[in-house]
């Protein structure tokens, strides 16, 4: 039998086939059950066993939007950027650059939701490669002003990417959103749109822009809504309306950090 190995300052390392106490009853560093949305599922879309608390602060809502709304799998990297945006003592500065990096993962996620084909390339040494390329005809779509912060994030991954402008405010009374300016490239009907707006609180601003685009022929199926936080009220607002659109987000909660665009463009 194997025994466990004793080392310089005499403590017992275990052996391979022998398990710490600490991981085996799983006190440290417990494993995170994440997955997209899936209307199939009642488990909530972010379960921690070391925080049972977290699964009551997911709104039970979440789990009946459908597979429209897809979260990115939430991991302590995930979870630290979202508490260093939502902390109202975080300087400007680390606030733009976990900002940026929160949303090069969404953007890159939002890349993934594209479609590829499959292509062979020749490596230096001669061999054939089998892989995937980008099929041609994308764009990028930022809603004015604060969807102009996920832009730079698009352009890092997507260097020769079109991208077109919405301008929409809400009346502060009625909350209903007018726009004021929209321009898109000329054939947007036919490329898929990754539509960036970084917070959907009501939903209102980006049920107004998905009808923009409709009104150029862009079908709802082909729009990719690019956040970083949304409230269940906002997504479920824009999937009844637009049950064909998909929503990639990091998190659903029912306080959405509306401050984003003043903290980030410096205008608070």
Known sequence: TQTALLTDDNRLMPCHNQQLNNVSSGQEHPMKQVRFANSNSSVPAVVSNSEPS???TQPDSQDNLGPQLKLLPLNDQIRELQTIIRDKTTSRGDFVFCADRLIRLVVEEGLNQLPYSECTVTTPTGYKYEGVKFE?????VSIMRSGEAMEQGL???CRSIRIG???IQ?????QKAKVYYAKFPPDVYRR??????????TGNTVIEAVRVLKEHRVQPKHIILLSLFSTPHGAKSIIQEFPDITILTTEVHPVAPTHFGQRYFGTD
């Open 192 to 201: 898929k749109v990754l539509l960036m707006y970084p917070i959907l609180s």
């Open 54 to 56: 977290d699964a009551t």
């Open 155 to 157: 352009r890092d991954c």
């Open 170 to 174: 809400s009346d502060e009374e009625t």
């Open 165 to 167: 402008k919405i301008l």
């Open 136 to 140: 041609r005809g994308n764009c990028g």
